[in-house]
T-cell receptor, first 113, second 112 residues
Framework: NAGVTQTPKFRILKIGQSMTLQCTQD?????MYWYRQDPGMGLKLIYY???????DKGEVPNGYNVSRSTTEDFPLRLELAAPSQTSVYFC????????????FGSGTRLTVV | TQLLEQSPQFLSIQEGENLTVYCNSS?????LQWYRQEPGEGPVLLVT?????EVKKLKRLTFQFGDARKDSSLHITAAQPGDTGLYLC????????????FGEGTQLTVNP
């Protein structure tokens, strides 16, 4: 099925470890986003991209990095994991007009211990 | 400070009851969307409203965008257990391009 695929679905990291959350979409969408979701806090934008080679910071970028070398892929990198990064991470995409809504992946639940 | 305030945060009702969820802001939005999220999944779009005063109906769900485009409401008639989930409003501003700002969500539980 076409859509946004995120891997892994679950991960436990130790403080100071690094990891990459993968996100790929097969809908030829130009815009891609990374959000984190904490209980009672809604979704907070970490980074976004308006096309291959272009990325920009959202509301809460500290501790994260992204790259967008292709239209399909938008990985999120955590360099030195901290307990504050324990959260559920969602990747989303939209072709151009947000009227049709974002398509979200099913999320990655990350725990930092 | 949350740009979009949703209320209530939690709502537990019996099957067949009606309910309204609110999404308020002091900012003007060019469009506003409502999403529903189920456990272990990402949010799924329910509706987009773009015109002040606009009302859209989706079966038992009625969505309204405020005249000043600062607020919105979601009304569910005769709620069913299948309506259970997290309801999120999200707004787009003229200056934010394709970026959406999300509210904190309303967790709805409909008991049989």
């Amino acid at each position: 099925n076409a859509g946004v695929t995120q891997t892994p679905k679950f991960r436990i990291l130790k403080i100071g470890q690094s990891m990459t959350l993968q996100c790929t979409q097969d809908m030829n969408h130009n815009y891609m986003y990374w959000y984190r979701q904490d209980p009672g806090m809604g979704l907070k934008l970490i980074y976004y991209s308006v096309g291959a080679g272009i990325t920009d910071k959202g509301e809460v970028p500290n501790g994260y990095n992204v790259s967008r070398s292709t239209t399909e892929d938008f990985p999120l990198r955590l360099e030195l994991a901290a307990p504050s990064q324990t959260s559920v991470y969602f990747c989303a995409s939209v072709r151009d007009r947000i009227f049709y809504g974002y398509t979200f992946g099913s999320g990655t639940r990350l725990t930092v211990v | 400070t949350q740009l979009l305030e949703q209320s209530p945060q939690f709502l537990s009702i019996q099957e067949g009851e009606n309910l309204t969820v609110y999404c308020n802001s002091s900012s003007v939005f060019s469009s506003l969307q409502w999403y529903r999220q189920e456990p272990g999944e990402g949010p799924v779009l329910l509706v987009t409203v773009v015109t002040g005063g606009e009302v859209k109906k989706l079966k038992r769900l009625t969505f309204q965008f405020g005249d000043a485009r600062k607020d919105s409401s979601l009304h569910i008639t005769a709620a069913q257990p299948g309506d259970t989930g997290l309801y999120l409003c999200a707004g787009a501003r003229e200056t934010s391009g394709s970026r959406l700002t999300f509210g904190e969500g309303t967790q709805l539980t409909v008991n049989p």
